[in-house]
């Protein structure tokens, strides 16, 4: 049941913040994920305070209470559009060779957060012997890195747009060298330091953004330019899919990850989860560079076209 609900709430939220902020979607997505931020630094402490104050059902009981408050006022405050049925579908979605580039570099993303999950707290506490009330604030590293820089992203990525596939390229080899440096992995023979280790996630929260902030309007647009009609249906189908996609990597992630942190510890299971983002990275990196080399060969074909033209003519 909650899975059903985070799915539609995110794929309708997506949705509409698309629709209501057409020109700045990125600007408004970075605002926004400056928020999730927010939720990952406060929800530990707070709900650490309830379960360790009331016990192990209030947390849950709190928060299910504030969600069921916003309901009524997400109905009284988002606006209304009337969605239009087209003739786009999700499988045509899917098919476009930049989506799929695109929706593994969101499962990469996805995966290698995940993997955190069940991992990081484990690790920082037995090798920086930390109290378990102070490994909550190793995790603020990441989450005010990536809370602070989303809005700075989002605002380049609708300001400047040709710079979205730069952010999306050395975003992933960013994220694969934080990953790598987690540990750090043992190949480099670097012991692990505790103040190396907040370093490292402040800069996987820097480049966590630089991925997932462009990542929703450069498939949106991707799917505009391959003839999806401009509206809900599209929004609707776009957010859905990097939901899904989302999902995928949140399930690989953690298990993949645990099984490789219990075989291989934690050093080289970090490293290897990086690999995800490497290879997205590589992956999406060579997708533009085709395209920027295809779309070079059509430029000059069309140009040769209209300057012989008016010979062709003369000589019919």
Not at 80 to 85: I, Q, S, T
Not at 177 to 202: C, N, Q, T, Y
Request: proline content about 5%.
């Amino acid at each position: 049941m909650d899975a059903i609900g985070f799915a539609a709430a995110v794929t309708a939220s997506f949705s509409i913040l698309a629709r209501a902020f057409p020109n700045n979607i990125a600007t408004v997505m970075g605002s926004l994920e400056t928020f999730t931020g927010l939720g990952l630094v406060l929800g530990p402490p707070i709900g650490g305070f309830l379960y360790q104050s009331f016990g192990y059902e209030v947390p849950f009981i709190v928060l299910g209470c504030v969600v069921l408050i916003l309901v009524p006022l997400n109905m009284y405050l988002l606006p209304k559009y009337d969605a239009v049925a087209t003739k786009d579908s999700f499988w045509m979605l899917i098919t476009l060779p930049k989506v799929v580039f695109l929706c593994f570099t969101r499962f990469s993303l996805s995966a290698c957060l995940g993997f955190l999950d069940p991992t990081m707290s484990l690790f920082v506490s037995e090798k920086f012997k930390l109290p378990a009330g102070y490994v909550g604030f190793v995790f603020l590293a990441l989450a005010l890195s990536y809370s602070l820089s989303s809005p700075l992203l989002g605002l380049l990525s609708d300001k400047m747009p040709h710079l979205r596939k730069w952010f999306l390229v050395f975003g992933g080899l960013l994220t694969a060298l934080s990953f790598f440096l987690l540990g750090p992995a043992p190949i480099l023979h670097i012991e692990s330091k505790l103040w190396m280790f907040v370093l490292v996630l402040v800069l996987y929260g820097f480049s966590f953004g630089m991925t997932g902030v462009p990542l929703f309007p450069e498939m949106l647009n991707c799917a505009y330019e391959n003839g999806f009609e401009q509206g809900l249906s599209a929004l609707g189908l776009v957010s859905g899919l990097c939901g899904a996609v989302w999902s995928l990597g949140g399930f690989v992630g953690p298990t993949l990850g645990g099984f490789l942190n219990e075989r291989l510890g934690f050093e080289w299971a970090a490293a290897i989860q990086g690999g995800w983002a490497l290879l997205s990275g590589l992956a999406i990196g060579i997708f533009y560079i085709l395209e920027a080399s295809r779309r070079g060969r059509y430029c000059g074909t069309f140009i040769l076209y209209i300057h012989f033209q008016p010979d062709l003519k003369g000589f019919h």
